[in-house]
C-alpha cells in the first residue's frame, strides 16, 4: 500500500496495528527479565567480598582540600514583578524571509503564505577599515589669475589630528580598548588587524594614545581644579614602576571626576602640590602620614583599622582580652553608623557634633588601659588614641563616607595593570597612562560612554 495515496481510513488502521505490535513486544521484553539472573539487589553476596559495615566510607568523602558545597536553600516563591522585563527586540537593519518552495509530503509547488513567526539574530559584520584618499583641487582665479586649494588643516580638521594617518574615531577605538578594555598592546595590534584588515605597528599604537595623552590635557587640568575645590576628596596611592624604578600612581577621586599622578616619591609634598591650600575639602584617607600635610579634615579609613584589628584576632586566638577589645571597637563603629543613618534627615548639626564626642570618648576608654603596656593590641590603641579627632567626621558631615573604598575601587584597576604589565618604560609612557587613567575613570563615573566621549575630546576645537 503507497502511503501516500493511502485514505484517512486506511492510515488509522495501519496505525493501530504498529500500536498492538509494539505493545506486545513490550511484554515479551518484561517476561525475559523477569525470568532472567537477579540483579545487583538480589546477589547473593561473595565470602571474599567485606561485610557492608567493614566499607571504608572515608574513600568515598571529600577530600579536604575541596571546597565543600553549599548546602541548599529551601527556595520561597518567585515574588510578582510590577512590570516585565524580558529582553526586548532590537530595531533589524536587515530582514529576510523564508519560504518552503515544494510540500515535503508530495513535492507540490508552494507559493505565497504568511509570517509565521520570527528570530531575532546579532550578527557583528567583519568590515574592513576604510582607506579614504583626499585630493585637493586647485583651482585658478579667473580674475586676479591667483591659484587657490584648499588646505588640509581646515577640511579635515573634524577627521584628523594634525598630519596623522589614522583618523579621529580610530584613535578613540584604540584608547578605548587599551585604557577601558585594559588590553595590551600586542592585543590592540591583533584586533585592529583581525577584525578591521588594519595593520599598525607596535610603535605606531603607542604614539596614537601619546596623541590623545597630549590632546586630553586640557581635559585633565580641568578635572584637577574640580577636585580641588570638592568638598570631600578620597585619597589612595599604588606603587607602579618606570623603566625598573619604583615610583608611585597618586589617586584622587570625588564621586563624580578621578585623577591620577605619577611621582617617584611618597612624601607629603604631593598632597600638597595637588591639594594647595583646602580647608574646607574633607580627605577621606587610611592612615598614612603624608596625609597628614592636608589643611583640611581629615576622615581616616574604618576598613583598614577594622582589617588590623581581625589579623591581630586571629594572630592571638585564645588572648580573651584581644578579642574582647576587638569586638568592643567594632560594635562602637557599628552604633556610630547606626547613629548617622538615624539621624541623616536632622538639620542640626550640633546634635551630631555631640554625638561625635560621645564616640571619641567611648573609644578612648577602650584604648588608654593598653597603652605602654605588654600587650598585642598597644600598637592599634595607640593608633586609635593618635587619630582619635579623626575618626568620627562621618557621623557630623553626611558627604562623608566612614571609609576609604571609592579611593580603592578607583586605583585598582591601576594595581591590576601593574602586576600584568610591570609599569611603563618612560617618563612620557607614564604621563600618557595617567592622563588615560584620568579620563577613563572619570567618564566612567559620570556614566558616559568612553569612546564616544574619547571622539568628542579629539574633535574638539
Keep these: 500500500m503507497e502511503l501516500q495515496t493511502a485514505s484517512r481510513e486506511e492510515l488509522i488502521r495501519i496505525i493501530l496495528t504498529q500500536q498492538a505490535l509494539i505493545e506486545a513486544l513490550h511484554e515479551k521484553i518484561t517476561a525475559l527479565q523477569g525470568d532472567g539472573a537477579p540483579d545487583d539487589g538480589d546477589a547473593v553476596p561473595d565470602d571474599k567480598d567485606p561485610p557492608p559495615e567493614s566499607v571504608d566510607e572515608t574513600s568515598k568523602s571529600t577530600p579536604e582540600w575541596v571546597k565543600p558545597n553549599r548546602p541548599q536553600k529551601e527556595r520561597k516563591p518567585r515574588r510578582k514583578r510590577k512590570q516585565g522585563y524580558a529582553r526586548k527586540r532590537s530595531k533589524p537593519t536587515r530582514q529576510e524571509f523564508h519560504a518552503v518552495d515544494a510540500c515535503r509530503s508530495c513535492g507540490g509547488q508552494l507559493g505565497g503564505g504568511w509570517v509565521k513567526r520570527k528570530r531575532e539574530v546579532l550578527h557583528i559584520p567583519l568590515a ?8 585637493f583641487i586647485e583651482r585658478r582665479c579667473p580674475v586676479c589669475d591667483e591659484r587657490q586649494t584648499p588646505k588640509a588643516e581646515k577640511v579635515l580638521k573634524e577627521e584628523v589630528i594634525g598630519k596623522h594617518r589614522v583618523s579621529i574615531q580610530t584613535m578613540s577605538i584604540i584608547a578605548s580598548l587599551r585604557e577601558e578594555g585594559r588590553l595590551p598592546i600586542a592585543t ?3 584586533i585592529l588587524q583581525s577584525f578591521f584588515d588594519l595593520e599598525l605597528s607596535r610603535g605606531e599604537i603607542v604614539e596614537i594614545l601619546h596623541v590623545v595623552s597630549e590632546q586630553a590635557q586640557k581635559e585633565v587640568d580641568a578635572i584637577k581644579e574640580e577636585i580641588r575645590r ?10 607602579w614602576r618606570e623603566n625598573g624604578q619604583n615610583g608611585y600612581l597618586w589617586g584622587f577621586s570625588t564621586p563624580e571626576a578621578c585623577y591620577f599622578e605619577y611621582s617617584m616619591s611618597r612624601s607629603g609634598q604631593m598632597v600638597e602640590d595637588m591639594m594647595g591650600k583646602a580647608p574646607d575639602t574633607t580627605m577621606v584617607c587610611d592612615f598614612y602620614g603624608a596625609y597628614n600635610r592636608h589643611t583640611g579634615p581629615l576622615q581616616r579609613c574604618w576598613t583598614h583599622l ?12 585564645e588572648d580573651e582580652a584581644v578579642q574582647v577589645w576587638g569586638l568592643a571597637v567594632h560594635q562602637l563603629y557599628l552604633e556610630a553608623c547606626q547613629y548617622r543613618e538615624r539621624h541623616r534627615e536632622d538639620a542640626d548639626w550640633e546634635v551630631r557634633f555631640e554625638a561625635k564626642l560621645c564616640f571619641e570618648e567611648r573609644l578612648k576608654r577602650l584604648c588608654e588601659p593598653s597603652l605602654g603596656q605588654d600587650v598585642p593590641q598597644r600598637v592599634l590603641c595607640q593608633r586609635c588614641i593618635w587619630f582619635l579627632k579623626q575618626l568620627f567626621v562621618f557621623v557630623v558631615n553626611l558627604r562623608v563616607p566612614p571609609d576609604n573604598n571609592a579611593a580603592e575601587r578607583a586605583i585598582r584597576p591601576l594595581t591590576v595593570a601593574r602586576k600584568i604589565s610591570g609599569g611603563t618604560r618612560s617618563p612620557k609612557g607614564s ?7 584620568t579620563l577613563f575613570a572619570t567618564w566612567k563615573l559620570r556614566g558616559l560612554d568612553p569612546l564616544i566621549s574619547c571622539r568628542q575630546l579629539l574633535a574638539a576645537p
Excluded: C, F, M, N
Design 188 to 190: 590592540v595590534q591583533w
Design 306 to 317: 577594622l582589617r588590623d584589628i581581625h589579623k591581630l584576632k586571629e594572630k592571638y586566638p
Design 128 to 135: 574592513p577599515a576604510e582607506v579614504i584618499e583626499h585630493g
Design 230 to 239: 570638592g568638598t570631600v576628596v578620597h585619597r589612595d596611592e599604588t606603587t
Design 431 to 437: 604621563k600618557t597612562k595617567s592622563v588615560l587613567a
